[in-house]
């Protein structure tokens, strides 16, 4: 049996409802039950969109060194 996260150990409503509905049962590796949820990778297929769309990388910034 696959390991991941089960729905139930999400917190965000939204994503915790389409692990819910759309995961397939596995062993959590949070709570150690038995639950829908989605491996690691499943997961990243899910975030990788939202994380693209509403974040950019900062300004390359310099670091002073102290003497």
Request: net charge negative; charged share 30%.
């Amino acid at each position: 049996m696959d390991t991941g996260v089960c729905w139930h150990c999400i917190e965000d409503k939204y994503l915790r409802e389409i692990i819910r509905d759309q995961g397939k049962p596995l062993e959590c590796s949070v709570c150690n039950a038995t639950r829908n949820g989605f491996t690691v990778d499943e997961l990243g297929e899910q975030l990788e969109p939202i994380i693209r769309e509403n974040y950019q990388l900062g300004e390359d910034r310099q670091s002073l060194q102290c003497e």
